[in-house]
């Protein structure tokens, strides 16, 4: 006989992905979704063990605002921003009816505009970039020039010539790892230099831990910096590893670099799944 589920809940989800960054979004915006462990978290996002994402979307009731997106990454520990993530949980809430095709909603990070265009594509309003300070890293004989910012997460930003060469998980998990950008860690992007307005991007994503085959805020870094550093435009085509650019827009306001992210977001599927309380 096979003993009852007592601590177990049924969930609603949806499999969302946006250029190549995928999510398991779960609607809580009617609160009926009860609280769940960082453990049960992790195990959603395991592409073994669970449905697989690189993260969780959580859509929480908010008192001014459509709704409030909170984000855990792959490993159940909660962030402060998605940028990706927002442009799922924008086209979600779009075709849900919950919003209009031009809304804002909250974040841990603060308020982001957020607008829906036919085809599916989103365009999302990031955190202000916060440029922290020029970085220089050795690694196993190898020299390494960073730039290190916030975009609502923290991020390193390295031109190389050829990102192809480059052992991302290693490097990646070497550079997120360091005393430096302890406690939190951070994001570590290398970026190549296409032309003037576009650039080719790998990320080795905190929390995943791994390269993934997009990210949103590293996408707004890399622009920023390129703008900041190289002499860029305000307008930015960045290819991830998924070969799907996000456009990037900065805008300057009030003394702030303040970047919105463009690109198309897909639902993939919805189902129900069993997770642990505990």
Same mark, same amino acid.
């Given at each position: 006989?096979?003993? /009852?589920?007592?601590?177990?809940?049924? %969930?609603?989800?949806?499999?969302?992905?946006?250029? !190549?960054?995928?999510?398991?979004?779960? #609607?809580?915006?009617?609160?009926?979704? /009860?609280?769940?462990? +960082?453990?049960?978290?992790?195990?959603?996002?395991?592409?073994?063990? !669970?449905?697989?994402? #690189?993260?969780?979307?959580?859509?929480?009731?908010?008192?001014?605002?459509?709704?409030?997106?909170?984000?855990?990454?792959?490993?159940?520990?909660?962030?402060?921003?998605?940028?990706?993530?927002?442009?799922?949980?924008?086209?979600? @809430?779009?075709?849900?009816?919950?919003?209009?095709?031009?809304?804002?909603?909250?974040?841990?990070?603060?308020?982001?505009?957020?607008?829906?265009?036919?085809?599916?594509?989103?365009?999302?309003?990031?955190? @202000?970039?916060?440029?922290?300070?020029?970085?220089?890293?050795?690694?196993?004989?190898?020299? *390494?020039?960073? *730039?290190?910012?916030?975009?609502?997460?923290?991020?390193?930003?390295?031109?190389?010539?050829? %990102? #192809?060469?480059?052992?991302?998980?290693?490097?990646?998990?070497?550079?997120?790892?360091?005393?430096?950008?302890? /406690?939190?860690?951070?994001?570590?992007?290398?970026? +190549?230099?296409?032309?003037?307005?576009?650039?080719?991007?790998?990320?080795?994503?905190?929390?995943?831990?791994?390269?993934?085959?997009?990210?949103?805020? !590293?996408?707004?870094?890399?622009?920023?910096?390129?703008?900041?550093?190289?002499?860029? /435009?305000?307008?930015?085509?960045?290819?991830?590893?998924?070969?799907?650019?996000?456009?990037?827009?900065?805008?300057?306001?009030?003394?702030?670099?303040?970047?919105?992210?463009?690109?198309?977001?897909?639902?993939? *599927?919805?189902?129900?799944?069993?997770?642990?309380?505990?």
């Amino acid at each position: 006989m096979i003993a /009852p589920l007592f601590h177990s809940m049924k %969930i609603a989800f949806t499999k969302l992905e946006g250029s !190549g960054n995928d999510f398991v979004l779960i #609607d809580n915006i009617k609160s009926n979704v /009860p609280s769940f462990s +960082k453990k049960s978290r992790s195990k959603l996002c395991d592409r073994k063990r !669970g449905i697989g994402a #690189d993260g969780i979307l959580l859509l929480e009731k908010d008192r001014k605002f459509p709704f409030m997106m909170r984000y855990f990454n792959a490993d159940g520990k909660e962030a402060e921003m998605c940028g990706n993530g927002a442009r799922c949980s924008a086209l979600y @809430a779009s075709m849900k009816n919950i919003v209009p095709s031009k809304f804002s909603f909250r974040s841990k990070s603060g308020i982001h505009k957020a607008q829906v265009f036919e085809n599916n594509l989103v365009k999302v309003e990031l955190p @202000a970039c916060k440029f922290e300070r020029n970085v220089k890293i050795k690694i196993e004989g190898k020299k *390494f020039d960073g *730039f290190f910012l916030t975009v609502g997460v923290p991020h390193l930003v390295i031109f190389a010539e050829n %990102i #192809d060469k480059v052992d991302v998980e290693k490097i990646g998990k070497r550079i997120r790892n360091l005393k430096r950008f302890t /406690p939190e860690g951070t994001n570590v992007n290398f970026v +190549k230099i296409k032309n003037r307005n576009r650039l080719s991007i790998r990320t080795y994503e905190r929390g995943v831990e791994a390269e993934t085959l997009s990210c949103g805020t !590293g996408a707004a870094a890399s622009a920023y910096i390129a703008y900041k550093e190289k002499n860029f /435009p305000l307008t930015i085509y960045v290819k991830p590893q998924s070969k799907v650019s996000i456009k990037v827009s900065l805008e300057e306001l009030s003394g702030e670099v303040i970047p919105h992210i463009s690109a198309k977001a897909h639902i993939v *599927f919805s189902g129900t799944v069993i997770v642990s309380k505990t």
